[in-house]
T-cell receptor, first 114, second 113 residues
Framework: GEDVEQSLFLSVREGDSSVINCTYTDSSSTYLYWYKQEPGAGLQLLTYIFSNMDMKQDQRLTVLLNKKDKHLSLRIADTQTGDSAIYFCAETLPSSGSARQLTFGSGTQLTVLP | DTAVSQTPKYLVTQMGNDKSIKCEQNLGHDTMYWYKQDSKKFLKIMFSYNNKELIINETVPNRFSPKSPDKAHLNLHINSLELGDSAVYFC????????????FGPGTRLLVL
C-alpha cells in the first residue's frame, strides 16, 4: 500500500521488546488495526485503535498513535518465538456506502531469535 | 465453530480454466470482502458486498465475478485464468453496526500453471 508504509524486516532476541512502526497518509482514518499472519495462515486480528485515542494496551501489546505525525506503532513486550510472523498495519478509509475498505501496509516480517 | 471459512484451501489449475472459490461466515455479519495477496505479501481489496449488494468494486479484470447468494456467503468466480492470477485470496466479513472490524478467512492459495 503506497498510503500505508512499514519497514519490511525486524529481528529481535527472545525476551526483548519488539517495536513495529507504520506511517499512513489519510488523516480521515477512523480505525487503525494490527493484523498478524503466520506462515501459510490467514490474517489474525491482534488489536485496533480508534483515531481519537493515543494509546491502547492489551496484555503484551501496546499500540501508540501519533495523529500529528500519522505514525502508528505496535510494541510487543517479552517477545517469544511464537511471535515470529508478518505484522500488517491497516487503516479504514471513509466508508464507501456501507462497507469500509481496509488499506494495508506492506507488512513487517518479525523474526525472533533464540 | 469456524468464523470465516473458505474452500478450497489450495487450488492448482491450468491457464485458461474457470474456477470458483467459496466463502462462508457464521458471525452474523452483513458485509463480506475479497482481498488478493500477491507473492510479495501485498494485500489489496477486490470487492465488497453488503446485504448481497455490491458496494466496492476495485479495478479488477472482468474475468473476476463475485456472487453473494445470501449475507453469509460470498463466492468468487474466475474465468480464463491467467498466470498473474496466482495469489492467495482472502475472504473477510464485518458488521456495519459497531466497529466494523474485519475478520479474515484462512485464504485460498491459487496457483495457475
Amino acid at each position: 500500500g503506497e498510503d500505508v508504509e512499514q519497514s519490511l524486516f525486524l529481528s529481535v532476541r527472545e525476551g526483548d521488546s519488539s517495536v513495529i512502526n507504520c506511517t499512513y497518509t489519510d488523516s480521515s482514518s477512523t480505525y487503525l488495526y494490527w493484523y498478524k499472519q503466520e506462515p501459510g495462515a490467514g490474517l489474525q486480528l491482534l488489536t485496533y485503535i480508534f483515531s481519537n485515542m493515543d494509546m491502547k494496551q492489551d496484555q503484551r501489546l501496546t499500540v501508540l498513535l501519533n495523529k500529528k505525525d500519522k505514525h502508528l506503532s505496535l510494541r510487543i513486550a517479552d517477545t517469544q518465538t511464537g511471535d515470529s510472523a508478518i505484522y500488517f498495519c491497516a487503516e479504514t478509509l471513509p466508508s464507501s456506502g456501507s462497507a469500509r475498505q481496509l488499506t494495508f501496509g506492506s507488512g513487517t516480517q518479525l523474526t525472533v531469535l533464540p | 465453530d469456524t468464523a470465516v471459512s473458505q474452500t478450497p484451501k489450495y487450488l492448482v489449475t491450468q491457464m485458461g480454466n474457470d474456477k470458483s472459490i467459496k466463502c462462508e461466515q457464521n458471525l452474523g455479519h452483513d458485509t463480506m470482502y475479497w482481498y488478493k495477496q500477491d507473492s510479495k505479501k501485498f494485500l489489496k481489496i477486490m470487492f465488497s458486498y453488503n446485504n448481497k449488494e455490491l458496494i466496492i468494486n476495485e479495478t479488477v479484470p472482468n474475468r473476476f465475478s463475485p456472487k453473494s447468494p445470501d449475507k453469509a456467503h460470498l463466492n468468487l468466480h474466475i474465468n480464463s485464468l491467467e498466470l498473474g492470477d496466482s495469489a492467495v485470496y482472502f475472504c473477510a466479513s464485518s458488521s456495519t453496526s459497531g466497529r466494523e472490524t474485519q475478520y479474515f478467512g484462512p485464504g485460498t492459495r491459487l496457483l495457475v500453471l
